[in-house]
């Protein structure tokens, strides 16, 4: 299974992105118990911004919280964030991550995939 997140870009402060993060490959074979988009930005640690698990409930960073969405769509195997009233703060690399496990010869094996980064900036 592979995720390939696309969808950032150049946006001045107040502007509005849409990431999309699409899974493709064997998605039949691994349950997936929550899709998460992180952020890095340069010399920081990379940081959890927004949690969407198998049932539905979400969680956001206290500096997005009210700004920004995450969302699915189970028909296109695809995780989206709205990101809205961007600030220059918000600029980094984003990543989309699914954590999911999968049941084998009765053995459960976790684990965590990783999309590519998709470059996000806001300009003041």
């Known amino acids: 299974v592979q995720l390939q997140a696309s969808g950032g870009g150049l946006v001045q402060a107040g502007g509005s992105l849409r990431l999309s993060c699409t899974a493709s490959?064997?998605?039949?074979?691994?349950?997936?118990?929550?899709m998460e988009w992180y952020r890095q930005a340069p010399g920081k640690q990379r940081e959890l911004v927004a949690k969407?698990?198998?049932?539905?409930?979400?969680n956001y960073a206290d500096s997005v919280k009210g700004r920004f969405t995450t969302s699915r769509d189970n028909a296109k195997n695809t995780v989206y964030l709205q990101m809205n009233s961007l600030k220059p703060e918000d600029t980094a690399v984003y990543y989309c991550?699914?954590?999911?496990?999968?049941?084998?010869?009765?053995?459960?094996?976790?684990?965590?995939?990783w999309g590519q980064g998709t470059q996000v900036t806001v300009s003041s």
């Open positions: 969407l698990t198998s049932g539905g409930s979400t």
């Open positions: 490959g064997s998605i039949s074979s691994i349950n997936i118990n929550a």
């Open positions: 991550a699914a954590d999911w496990r999968s049941l084998r010869d009765g053995t459960w094996t976790v684990g965590r995939l």
